[in-house]
């Protein structure tokens, strides 16, 4: 909504509607713990996590309207909490298993992840704050999914039958913003259910039944072994429906960070370093390529991956300092903004200010982030363990976290205006507060003794925190700028942030533990089962371990930093030329550092949602967000249905792992095949049809 258009919110400031009531707390709390459970993991397996807020609107207008008195209000803050929930567990996942990975923890401890997501969360909420009048209002900045979600919470005002306003308000709420006609509350709601119970079945079939393989795979020696030859398919449901919501531009640049990581960079890095990958395979040097086995084939392709991976490390470093770069300025505006509001609360020029610009007091947002510092200062002083300095150490963690954390909070907030929280950057900017305390730590403290233990694991907490605020710092502001729209109250909604924030910790402990033990995160536990491959906490073990003196080759992130430059300015000028394509680094940096099976589906599926805006062709702003919608919940449905099976597959496997058989049918990858191509056709025509009947 531009600056010059006067802004009219669905609900006004004059009128006080129930927000946080009893109903709308339980329903909200009870989706964030499901949607933490979801995106966890969704996160461990693909590196990558969607924002919950259009999905939990549907859920909402669904299940509300079965009371008789419900209002727009209360489906807001049901979604704020729900959406809150789907964001702090990314900073968890991105991070806490390096921890278990490095060795650090046995396993995933129930408090201090509790902890981490508590105190991280809400300081995230306490960052942002005092930026949503700056951003929000004066900034004028488009996030889309907040945007989105008020379009779909609107049609419930549009349809009247359950929402209790009187006729002057329903009118208002039409003029305010044009509405599309859909009737989420029911066919979002049916969209949304039929596609988790189709995701879920297709995970049943896959990791229940064993009926159809989870990836296709092969090997090939070419050119008498000179040129080796590796790609896969990773075939699951929410590979397609990630896909479907970032759409083609990122599907394409995943892709092609793909093709650079591991068509291109896994033959020529065999070509180059031949003796290094023979060694490291366990292949002795001087076997003759006619000897090689394929199983040995495998393992030469799977040593020069892992170290062509590395480029997207260097990748993800230059993409992290450069959002900093670019958004000095404008955070810079922000922050001013911010304290020329305090001035004007303290000096009782707000006293008036209506309801709609009511946000936390300012003495609020200190008192908690004075409060916060406790439990972060202990966190640092048991991660150090029996480290004899660790008293300066914690004080200085502390305070990076709380310079850090504030910058990234506003970063990942203002880039959560322009992309969006599932495009967010926040991997890049947290690799970077990777990079920078360990140097600063091994400073500090050395390598030698326990120093060289503790030091990396002290950067992985500090990098959790802030990462989770980041992670919450993109959501507050999403969903402040809906209910902006809407005309909720901001306080209100900054407070259930914290109710999700904390409902999500209670659960998010357990279904790492959960997972850990079925399948193993970053590392196998059980035979049979395939790793979940937590890419981003890998990366974070492998930077933070690697400064710390276990070593770590700066080649491949060299060339991955040289290859970042290339992109971001071939971007510049693309951004120069207003070119509807564009080359954001990150996306690029996900596709070389992820296996190449898990860009596969994506590509196909941004693809797809290429083909279906060509066939609907909108012509109007109303019919674009009819087709957002129904693609948004279609793709959501099976994201969700397939990540919360897993999660119960996952309990069968703890319980009672006989039930499951160890080894997928022979005919699984035909059968893999087959369900994703039905897959396919059914999201296209599923979306054109309940696009054309909203």
């Known amino acids: 909504m531009s600056q010059s258009a006067p802004h009219r919110p669905v609900v006004g400031p004059e009128r006080t509607l129930p927000e946080i009531t009893a109903k709308a707390v339980v329903l909200g709390v009870v989706l964030a713990m499901l949607m933490a459970a979801a995106n966890a993991c969704l996160g461990l397996r693909v590196g990558m996590t969607v924002a919950a807020s259009i999905p939990a609107s549907a859920i909402a207008l669904g299940v509300l309207r079965a009371f008789r008195r419900s209002n727009i209000l209360e489906n807001n803050q049901v979604q704020t909490i729900a959406s809150a929930g789907a964001s702090t567990v990314s900073g968890v996942i991105f991070t806490v298993p390096a921890l278990v990975m490095m060795g650090a923890w046995d396993g995933y401890d129930y408090w201090p992840i509790f902890l981490m997501v508590c105190v991280g969360g809400i300081m995230g909420v306490v960052f942002t704050t005092p930026l949503r009048r700056a951003l929000i209002v004066d900034a004028g900045l488009t996030f889309p999914e907040g945007v989105a979600t008020a379009q779909v919470l609107k049609t419930g005002v549009v349809e009247r039958e359950y929402v209790e306003l009187d006729d002057e308000l329903a009118d ?206 202990f966190a640092f002083w048991t991660a150090l363990g029996e480290y004899e300095g660790k008293t300066l150490v914690c004080l200085v963690l502390t305070a990076l976290m709380l310079g850090f954390g504030f910058l990234f909070a506003s970063v990942a907030g203002y880039m959560a205006g322009l992309v969006g929280s599932s495009n967010n950057p926040v991997s890049g900017v947290t690799m970077a507060t990777v990079v920078v305390s360990s140097f600063l730590l091994l400073q500090l403290m050395g390598s030698d003794g326990i120093a060289g233990k503790v030091g990396p694991a002290a950067v992985i907490y500090l990098a959790a925190f802030i990462c989770t605020g980041a992670c919450i710092a993109g959501d507050n502001l999403q969903d402040l700028k809906c209910g902006h729209i809407v005309g909720a109250t901001p306080w209100k909604q900054q407070l259930c942030l914290v109710i999700g924030t904390i409902a999500s910790a209670s659960v998010i402990p357990l279904v790492l533990g959960l997972l850990d033990n079925a399948e193993g995160i970053g590392r196998a536990v059980r035979e049979g089962t395939k790793p979940l491959s937590a890419p981003q906490a890998s990366l974070m073990k492998e930077l933070s371990t690697g400064i710390f003196g276990a070593g770590i080759n700066w080649n491949f992130i060299l060339f991955g930093c040289a290859l970042a430059v290339g992109i971001i300015a071939l971007d510049s000028w693309l951004e120069r030329r207003k070119a509807a394509f564009r080359t954001p680094i990150l996306g690029v940096a996900v596709g070389i550092y992820l296996p190449f099976g898990l860009s596969v589906l994506i590509f196909v599926g941004g693809l797809l949602a290429w083909l279906v805006k060509r066939r609907f062709a909108p012509k109007t702003e109303h019919e674009h967000v009819q087709l957002e919608n129904a693609g948004m919940l279609l793709a959501s449905g099976l994201i969700t249905g397939e990540a919360i099976l897993s999660v119960a597959i996952a309990a069968v496997l703890v319980a009672a792992p006989t039930l499951i058989p160890a080894e997928h049918s022979s005919f699984g990858a035909t059968a893999a095949l087959v369900a994703s191509a039905l897959l396919v056709v059914y999201l296209y025509v599923r979306t054109l049809g309940a696009a054309r009947r909203m």
Do not use: H, Y
Not at 226 to 231: E, P, R, S, V
Not at 247 to 256: D, E, F, K, R, V
């Open 172 to 377: 208002d709420a039409a003029a305010a913003e044009p509405a599309p006609k859909a009737a989420t509350s029911g066919l979002g709601f049916k969209l949304l259910l039929e596609a988790s119970a189709l995701g879920a079945l297709l995970r049943v079939l896959e990791g229940g039944c064993k009926w159809i393989a989870a990836e296709v795979a092969t090997t090939k020696a070419w050119l008498g072994g000179k040129w080796l030859f590796t790609a896969d398919a990773t075939l699951q449901p929410s590979l397609l429906g990630i896909g479907f919501i970032v759409g083609p531009n990122i599907g394409t640049l995943m892709m092609s960070g793909a093709v650079i990581g591991t068509i291109l960079g896994v033959p020529i890095n065999w070509l180059l370093n031949e003796e290094r990958l023979l060694a490291t395979a366990g292949v002795p040097s001087g076997t003759a390529w006619g000897a090689i086995t394929p199983e040995q084939w495998g393992d030469l392709a799977g040593a020069s991956w892992k170290e062509c991976r590395r480029i997207g490390i260097g990748c993800m470093l230059v993409g992290g300092v450069w959002s900093l770069i670019r958004l000095i300025g404008p955070i810079r505006s922000g922050v001013r903004a911010s304290l020329a509001a305090f001035r004007a609360q303290r000096s009782g020029q707000t006293a008036g200010a209506p309801r709609t610009e009511l946000d936390t007091p300012i003495n609020f947002l200190a008192f908690a982030a004075a409060l916060m510092t406790v439990p972060l200062f």
